[in-house]
Structures are given as C-alpha cells and as structure tokens.
C-alpha cells in the first residue's frame, strides 16, 4: 500500500505563486511515477502534470510555462511550483502515484488533495 499527502494550499492573490508538495509513504519501492491532478467547483477532475523516475514530464496545455513540477526520489517527494495564477486555476489538487497516462483511470494511489483558492 502507498500513502500520499499533499501540503501547500492556500489562499493567493491572482499572479502570485504557491508551491505544493507531495509526500509518499508505505511501500514506496512500487511507484514508478507520479501525477498532479486538480478539481475545480462544478468540474471534473484533470491532470495538471506527472512526472517519471528518470524526471520525464508531461503538461496540460493550460499550465505549461506557469507551473513546473519536480521529482526528489531520496525524499519521496513531489512538488509543483505554480507562478503566474489565475482564478480560473482555482481547485483542490490532487497527487497521484502508480500510474502513466492523463486519466484518473491511469492511476492507483491519491492522496485527500489540498485547497488552492487565487482570487482576482
């Protein structure tokens, strides 16, 4: 089984920036690769980014040159540095492990996701 937790949330003000991290425990040596997913009020879950072992990465067009997330293996730890924030980026973010695709369906282990509110 495998852990994750997510941290970082907050409140910004459009523009600003935020960083989010995410966590692995348990039986860490299964994961392989890692995911940012987000949910905002009314939608449906989407991925942000995910991330490889050997640090490939993959973006959603819609954060690509704003948010860049990285990988600390000796850490089991994820992040994502997001600048440039708009309101419409507003959701709970989810992390995601196990997994290599841009569905929900592709992965096997999430993490309760953390709160980020950009107001204008």
């Known amino acids: 089984q495998v852990q994750l937790v997510e941290s970082g949330g907050g409140l910004v003000q459009a523009g600003g920036s935020l960083r989010l991290s995410c966590a692995a425990s348990g039986s860490i040596r299964s994961i392989n690769a890692m995911a940012w997913y987000r949910q905002a009020p009314g939608k449906q879950r989407e991925l942000v980014s995910y991330?490889?072992?050997?640090?490939?990465?993959i973006y959603d067009d819609s954060v690509e040159g704003r948010f860049t997330m990285t990988r600390h293996n000796a850490k089991n730890t994820v992040y994502l540095e997001m600048n440039s924030l708009k309101p419409e980026d507003t959701a709970v973010y989810y992390c995601?492990?196990?997994?290599?695709?841009?569905?929900?369906?592709?992965?096997?282990?999430w993490g309760q996701g953390t709160l980020v509110t950009v107001s204008s």
């Open positions: 991330i490889s072992v050997s640090y490939s990465i």
């Open positions: 995601a492990a196990d997994g290599w695709g841009p569905l929900v369906t592709d992965w096997k282990y």
